[in-house]
């Protein structure tokens, strides 16, 4: 396959970037994306440029450091995967592909195509997690049932990788399906439900503050999550959230 | 509840409203409903929403105060999106995975601002006018001949249809979109979905057949 | 006696861990304020230990070159995790998990090490539901178990296939309990480039903040090494891209010893290679073992069929098909430890039955599987005469309610619908048993630095069991490590904040700077990779699945050429204070053409064959690995020199009181 890159190279948080134009040759469909950009960086080195600098770590769709715009969407044009787990095969001979880092005011470009996402750090910080000390003694893990459903549905919630494609595919830059995974994930098991007020109150003002845009319902984060994180989560925190404001 | 500041508390302001400007739009489309059936019907049931005192002095205000919390709240929240993020995308493909009419939701409600003048400009500011500033004598018979009136003109009328269309897609997703704002989202959402995309046609459409009817049949 | 003591207390084997708990010394609540901890790489171990020791109130310092500590490689694991719970009353007990654990580490690991792993298992899975891991659960809301490799009883605790993930968000979000009290710093995207050792102690750490490119100075009271295993240095394996040895190997090479290096798990269900530009491979995990049935054709020309595209998986018969391991192993099946399916695989397609366009790959079926659970399903919903199609339909229900991530990710990877045709799989390096030698208390030979998790070499001996890894990460972080490190930490109260301008810190500092200059002045041919994949061919070659002392004596020579190759010829572009990966993968990749010259050298030495260490001039006559007690029933450990091969062995003799050691059978 032969391709032409369109990629986003910006040398620092406080330089300006541009599209960059690469043309690449010998890609086969069997590559994931990211391996198709080392062939490109190994060429740029070769050829005595500056690689294209981009997150990954895992390559098994799992960790979430790999991010990407590609053509326009998150995570490209496949669907359930990220940019490691895409395939060149989605791809024709002859294509350009637009490649941009993930744009959020709560995402600022550290270099090319690598962006800040610590702002989902401090999402969590703010209060994903249960109260309990790691000391070992609690109680027996089969003394609390939960319910399969709820146990399933935690789960699922759980399953969020933290990549940012949500806040990556919204027109409003919003983070609301990622706090909801997070607050959803907790508020469904008994363990949680404690402190089940504090979390959302704590979780969603600290999105808020970090200049995340808001939720329009318009669907495209749960199309683009790699993981299928469903919007009934930001239901469900949007109801956590009115209960919590009522209560507290 | 930190309805000025917390993201969450704002988009159920805006549902709220939203979902009580829908219900608006239910009462409003029976009455002139009647117009195309029975204009006596039109009449006397105009004349009663002009006359009555709760729905002067109290539902009315209650409906405009609505309207323009509705519209500032959507300029404020469209403000906040905006300013999310900073470098808009070079290649950014909305149409993948999302409608064009959840996605524009400020325009179709900007158009329907625009309409919304228009439509006062036609009738609430000569209603109001009529009734307060210039003392005419009572006449219940009156509406419908006014109302055929201002559908003389077919440049009218025809705003008055791309605004339905406008206000079609504008509930296509606000009126389903409020619940899942206010939490609401579970087996019955697919049911109620459907229920809320009919409204969304059928009301706009209704609305409409009525201003082409009345066009139609000077 | 050697001059390494392993610290194992005395007393029955039961008792041990209780008695030791009492004895060690306490640092009181207030003290801990004035004790700083740095904590380096945040995956189960480190991120459990971190979490563990803000809790007691410790002042604790996390690095990870990840942008968030989430993101460490712990998150990929998929099968599970074991506990001796005995939740399925299938006749498991703290003794069972031992033994399973010793037999399944070919008697190379240490007894009072494993008991007490085997002994905090269930204390983690309680810790875990209490954090909110959301475990897969029966309909009566109790924990589910599966079985994994090696064992007789179902004792695996399990969140589809993501339990790593699972796991790994719930000791992040204990450290993110603490990083919200102020307890915990979190460093990301920082790398530590070496250690800082005070007064024979470690007392600190010299890190690049991977965003600037600046060079830091940490101090600290006691580091705690949770870096994760050396796979990398194969090039091709499953850990993650950036997963390295530096950590390790930069204390290993300021005193500390590094441990059996060459014990090498090579997993035997991963997705085949399938050209030169891959970069990784990706893992299957073993719970697919529990219902997938591997096997290859029983006629060579069958297999060259298959491998030609002429005939499919589908169209053999039963009696045409050779299921290799319920016929060689037909007590364990499908279901005997890694390092024995792992060899049985190659044995196999090196005799020329592979099937996939190499023939370097065998089968994954889940056709009868899908059958029975279908039957099942269907008897349960009351139909007992069901068709062929409703039998299939109920049963990949359940094989995707099982694996559903698993299948996903095999079809997006090869294209190919593993519910239609059976998976193609085959072996590749997984997970490192060797790692820095540690005592009962999981510290090093040099005092106040502590190793946890894969980093360490203790508790997996010559071959890991499956599902044991995250054990052995969450029990040396969140109960092990706390109690020991305070036995050091004790002497400390007194000592008051490390000053980081001495002459200890600015001779780490500059050698640093030395070697990243070095480096980035180098203006040689090749890149980075192009010596990393070179190094991965010499080690898979030579130093993979099956070994010999003249391919390890070659790999040993060629690595060495390599290396100074690699010193002269790597060409790193970019700055030194910006962010720069091709930097930061030539400092991993300059360790890694260290470490496996002294891989190489402790295969050679190794004389025998044992759990992932396969050496072709020790087996028995039907294939299996030999192992030689006599001579060999100790823990190399090495001691850095200034050159990888002329590193000391040291040896831990190991013994055995509770366990009857005798040759490992599956059969």
């Known amino acids: 396959m032969k391709l032409t890159l369109k990629i986003w190279r910006q040398k620092n948080a406080n330089t300006k970037g541009e599209l960059k134009t690469y043309p690449i040759d010998g890609i086969e469909g069997d590559m994931s994306f990211l391996e198709m950009l080392d062939v490109l960086n190994e060429e740029l080195i070769n050829k005595g440029d500056e690689p294209v600098v981009f997150d990954h770590d895992c390559r098994e769709g799992i960790c979430g450091s790999c991010s990407l715009q590609i053509n326009g969407e998150p995570h490209g044009p496949d669907r359930l995967v990220t940019t490691c787990q895409l395939h060149m095969r989605m791809f024709n001979d002859g294509d350009t592909i637009v490649i941009e880092p993930f744009r959020a005011k709560a995402f600022p470009v550290i270099k090319d195509l690598v962006v800040d996402r610590t702002s989902f750090e401090r999402i969590q910080q703010a209060g994903g997690y249960i109260s309990v000390n790691t000391s070992g003694n609690t109680i027996d893990a089969n003394a609390i049932p939960v319910n399969k459903q709820d146990a399933d549905d935690s789960f699922n919630a759980a399953t969020c990788i933290g990549c940012g494609a949500c806040v990556a595919a919204c027109k409003n830059a919003s983070a609301m399906l990622f706090t909801s995974a997070k607050v959803s994930q907790f508020a469904l098991l008994p363990q949680g439900k404690v402190e089940a007020t504090e979390r959302v109150l704590n979780m969603v003002a600290q999105m808020d503050k970090e200049g995340f845009g808001n939720c329009t319902n318009t669907g495209a984060c749960e199309i683009e999550c790699p993981k299928g994180i469903s919007l009934e989560n930001i239901a469900r925190m949007n109801r956590e959230y009115l209960n919590a404001s009522i209560k507290g | ?218 | ?667």
């Open chain 3, 1 to 667: 006696m050697s001059i390494l003591d392993s610290k194992i207390p005395e007393g029955p084997l039961a008792d041990k861990w209780t008695k030791h708990k009492n004895d060690v010394n306490l640092v009181n609540p207030a003290n801990k304020r004035n004790i700083d901890v740095i904590v380096v790489g945040t995956g189960l171990a480190g991120g459990s230990a971190a979490a563990t020791l803000a809790e007691l109130g410790y002042n604790v310092k996390t690095f990870c070159y990840q942008d968030s500590p989430r993101r460490a490689h712990s998150i990929a694991a998929q099968g599970g995790i074991n506990a001796a719970k005995n939740y399925q009353g299938d006749g498991d007990s703290n003794y069972r998990l031992f033994y399973d654990t010793v037999k399944g580490g070919d008697y190379r690991s240490r007894e009072g090490n494993v008991y007490r792993l085997a002994e905090v298992s269930a204390n983690i899975i309680d810790q875990c539901v209490a954090q909110g891991v959301p475990f897969a659960r029966e309909y009566g809301g109790m924990l589910d178990n599966r079985s994994f490799g090696g064992v007789l009883v179902s004792r695996t605790f399990y969140a589809k296939g993501q339990t790593g993930q699972q796991l790994l968000l719930g000791a992040y979000s204990a450290m993110n309990r603490q990083i919200n009290r102020g307890k915990i710093t979190p460093f990301n995207r920082h790398e530590m480039l070496d250690l800082v050792i005070v007064d024979g102690k470690a007392r600190g750490i010299i890190a690049r903040d991977l965003v600037s490119g600046k060079i830091e100075r940490h101090s600290a009271h006691a580091v705690v090494i949770a870096s994760g295993g050396y796979g990398n240095v194969f090039f091709l394996s499953t850990n993650a891209m950036g997963s390295n040895a530096t950590a390790a190997w930069k204390i290993h090479k300021r005193g500390a010893y590094f441990a059996n290096p060459c014990y090498t798990q090579i997993h035997p269900t991963c997705i085949p290679v399938s050209g030169d530009h891959q970069s990784k491979l990706t893992l299957m995990s073993e719970s697919l073992r529990n219902d997938g049935r591997i096997w290859v054709p029983k006629k060579k020309e069958d297999a060259i069929a298959i491998r030609e595209g002429k005939k499919k998986a589908k169209d053999l018969s039963e009696d045409e098909r050779d299921y290799y391991l319920e016929r060689r192993y037909p007590s364990f099946g499908n279901l005997v430890p890694r390092d024995v399916a792992s060899r049985a695989a190659k044995e196999r397609c090196d005799a020329g039955f592979g099937v996939n366009k190499t023939g370097q790959a065998v089968f994954l079926d889940f056709a009868s599987a899908i059958e029975r659970y279908g039957k099942e399903q269907a008897a349960m919903h009351g139909n007992h005469n069901p068709s062929k199609e409703e039998i299939t339909k109920l049963g990949k229900q359940v094989i995707e309610n099982k694996y559903g991530n698993l299948f996903q990710m095999y079809e997006k990877i090869v294209d190919e619908n593993p519910y239609e045709s059976p998976m193609m799989i085959y072996p590749a390096v997984h997970y490192t048993m060797g790692g820095i030698w540690v005592d009962y208390n999981l510290q090093s030979t040099i005092p106040g630095c502590y190793v946890t998790g894969e980093a360490n070499f203790s508790d997996h001996g010559a071959n890991r069991l499956g599902a044991s890894a995250l054990m052995q990460g969450l029990a040396d972080g969140y109960f092990v490590l706390p109690y020991t490190i305070g036995d050091y930490l004790s002497k400390d109260i007194k000592t008051g904040p490390i000053p980081t301008d001495t002459k200890e810190f600015d001779e780490a500092e500059n050698k640093v700077l030395q070697q990243l200059e070095t480096l980035i002045n180098n203006n040689g041919k090749h890149s980075v990779d192009y010596f990393h994949k070179k190094l991965g061919h010499i080690m898979w070659n030579k130093c993979g699945m099956a070994r010999n002392a003249t391919d390890l004596a070659s790999a040993m020579t060629e690595i060495r050429a390599l290396r100074e190759e690699f010193w002269k010829d790597v060409k790193v572009p970019g700055e030194l204070n910006e962010m720069n990966a091709e930097l930061e993968k030539a400092m991993r990749v300059a360790d890694f053409l260290e470490l496996g010259e002294l891989f190489a050298k402790d295969a050679l030495h190794r004389n025998e064959s044992c759990g992932g260490h396969f050496r072709e001039e020790y087996q028995t006559e039907e294939g299996e690995a030999l192992r030689d007690d006599e001579n060999f029933m100790y823990v190399a450990a090495w001691e850095y020199t200034g050159d990888p091969a002329q590193e000391i062995l040291h040896k831990e003799e190991l013994k055995y009181e509770n366990i009857e050691v005798k040759s490992r059978s599956y059969k």
């Open chain 2, 1 to 218: 509840m930190a309805i000025l500041t917390s993201s969450i508390a704002r988009k159920v302001a805006m549902a709220l409203s939203g979902l009580f400007l829908v219900v608006f739009l239910a009462q409003h489309f029976t009455i002139n409903v009647t117009a195309v059936i029975d204009p006596d019907t039109f009449n006397s049931l105009s004349h009663f929403m002009g006359h009555n005192f709760f729905v002067q002095f109290i539902a009315q205000p209650i409906l405009i105060f609505g309207v323009i919390f509705h519209f500032v709240m959507g300029l404020v929240l469209e403000i906040r999106n905006r300013s999310a993020r900073q470098i808009s995308y070079k290649s950014f493909k909305g149409n993948k995975n999302s409608t064009w009419a959840s996605r524009n939701m400020i325009i179709s409600g900007a158009v329907i601002l625009a309409f919304l003048g228009l439509h006062f400009y036609d009738f609430w500011f000569p209603e109001i006018v009529h009734k307060y500033v210039e003392s005419h004598p009572e006449d219940a018979t009156r509406y419908y001949g006014e109302l055929v009136q201002k559908f003389e003109s077919p440049i009218r009328t025809a705003l008055y249809c791309l605004s339905f269309v406008l206000l079609a897609l504008h509930l296509w997703h606000g009126f389903s979109s409020s619940f899942q704002s206010m939490g609401w989202n579970n087996k019955y959402s697919k049911g109620l979905r459907g229920f809320t995309q009919f409204y969304a046609i059928f009301i706009p459409l209704g609305f409409v057949f009525i201003a082409l009817y009345l066009h139609f049949n000077q």
